[in-house]
């Protein structure tokens, strides 16, 4: 069904139109307590289809079909019907830093989706940027969006351990958290997959507009936000982590653009969530641990951020209960950096079918980050179970072998034997940003309140 809504943020009115249906649970209901305060509230709406522009439309799979069907609203020039375009747009722009009054406007990214703008230019295999950029770069549908009130989290906490902290004492009322042994611990063992359908979770990027996303946003994240979508867009020239080999980073885990894959292995101590995307990525959560809480974020080891943070969790009843914290800051497919006061709260919950069989298990995330978001905002999931630990082919653990260099802010091929000129990049210091700054943003005016090389920090 196709509705309108109106959102109020902080102010401003963004009117929305969603096309929507209501997410199904495949036929199970995770035993899920209605009583609770921080878990199991109803799924967010499913979106039934994308903002676009999507050169392979839905398709999700490697190359492109026979039959492919991109999405997009006008191409080639044409503008939609009954859309005024913007004078000036992130394509044609000479300076996206002075058009700050114009980033929430829709229009002023041809209404794309933060993917849209991602692929537009053929990252995804069929470009959509047309043969006369920026003229002839493709729309996105503006009468398409997600709603705001369906990305915010439904709860009342505004930090990770208020959050934590009252799941916990809801499993002490009634006698938790829960106490394995290796002989009663919930068999969860095995291979699951994750859905990868774009229009899965607002997180892929796919279903939303770009102020949307940016409603979410600080302003310091969103003028980061807006330099990453000009420069997927208006030169070309994205500095994804990946091609580069650089570290996937933990919000990696939960993007569409990684293998569906999913393994997990489950003992009374130690529970390991295992997917894969340039790199392996392995989320160790350790049963009844409990943070080191004396420096600038909640930790279990040096006061040293990791790439995939550090988690502790709990069991309560049937139900996994975890905390990452910890984490370094970094950035995503498709999606805004995140510091490193970025913070989850992650619930693993059995899904059975009739006969009280596993079948899967709904994975609900709670993202807490100060720094980069206004509010807590949520993404949910279903993992279908699908074979054993030691069935089928083994899980590959992936290893990034560097190829593509950024040579002169350029994403550039090199075989063995090439000899060029690279500068090292400074992993712990915003390289994309760094590039960007240095090639690709001669003459532009950057506000100078904010070092762009650097992850925010505060003064402890």
Sequence with gaps: MRGATTLRQRGAVLPILACLVVLGRSGATP???????????????????????????????????????????????????????????IFSTHDFYKDRELWMDKRYYRCNSPVGLEQIWGAYEVALIGNDPPRTAAWGYCDRDYPREQIVSPYRFRTAKEHYASLLEEARR??????????????????YLRPKAKTTTWYYGAVLQIPTY??????????????????????????????????DGFMRRLAQYGLARVDLVVTPDLVLDIRNAAESLVTQIYIGRHFDESGRVPRLGPAVPQWLGETVGFWDRDALVTWTSNVQPWINHGGSEFSDKMQSIEIYTPRKDARGRLIGLRHEVVLYDPDAYV??????????????????????????????????????PKSPGDRFEYEVPDIYGRPWAKIWEQYHEHGMDRPRDEDLFSFPQDSK
């Design 31 to 89: 035993a899920e307590p209605a009583w609770s305060v921080g878990r199991g509230a109803p799924d967010p709406l499913q979106a039934a289809t994308i903002v676009g522009p999507e050169g392979k439309g839905l398709y999700t799979g490697a190359g492109v079909p026979p039959d492919n069907h991109p999405i997009y609203a006008a191409r080639d020039g044409a503008v939609p019907a009954g859309v005024q375009p913007l004078a000036v747009d």
């Design 375 to 412: 509010d807590p905002v949520r993404i949910v999931m279903n993992l279908d179970r699908v074979g054993r630990s030691n069935e089928g082919d083994p899980l590959v653990l992936v290893k990034c072998i560097p190829t593509i260099f950024p040579v002169n802010g350029v994403a550039t």
């Design 174 to 191: 009634h006698g938790g958290p829960t106490q394995y042994t290796q002989a009663t611990v919930p068999d969860w063992n095995g291979q």
């Design 214 to 247: 940016l409603s979410l946003l600080t302003p310091a994240y969103q003028r980061r936000f807006v330099q990453e979508m000009y420069h997927y867009s208006g030169d070309n020239a994205p500095q994804w982590p990946g091609q580069y080999c650089w570290p």
